[in-house]
Nanobody
């Protein structure tokens, strides 16, 4: 299983970005069985949980710091999970990584850099 994130970049405070994470090495049926999550790691800090989406697409859960601003979603037909990020703040600056989890097995992508700065 390989995960590839994209969509990061430099954005001004208050702006938006949509991150994508594409899973390869899985059939569509298998991907739909995975719980998908987004995490982030800022410089000098521990990696932290951002959002998770169940295999069926609902329920979803968010870290308090992003609740109401970020939305996680998935398209099982495309083996893809998304993170829509609105009202971005400088403290959202981090490397964002996705994780696929199924029956105790976890797979991580390399991450994509998000920088929020004026």
């Amino acid at each position: 299983v390989q995960l590839a994130e994209s969509g990061g970049g430099l954005v001004q405070p208050g702006g938006s970005l949509r991150l994508s994470c594409v899973a390869s090495g899985l059939t569509v049926f298998t991907f739909s069985s995975y719980v998908m999550s987004w995490y982030r790691q800022a410089p000098g800090k521990e990696r932290e949980f951002v959002a998770v989406i169940s295999s069926a697409g609902s329920p979803t859960y968010y870290a308090d710091s992003v609740k109401g601003r970020f939305t996680i979603s998935r398209d099982n037909a495309k083996n893809t999970v998304y993170l829509q990020m609105n009202s971005l703040k400088p403290e959202d600056t981090a490397v964002y990584s996705c994780k696929a989890a199924y029956r105790g097995n976890n797979y991580w992508g390399q991450g994509t850099q998000v920088t929020v700065s004026s």
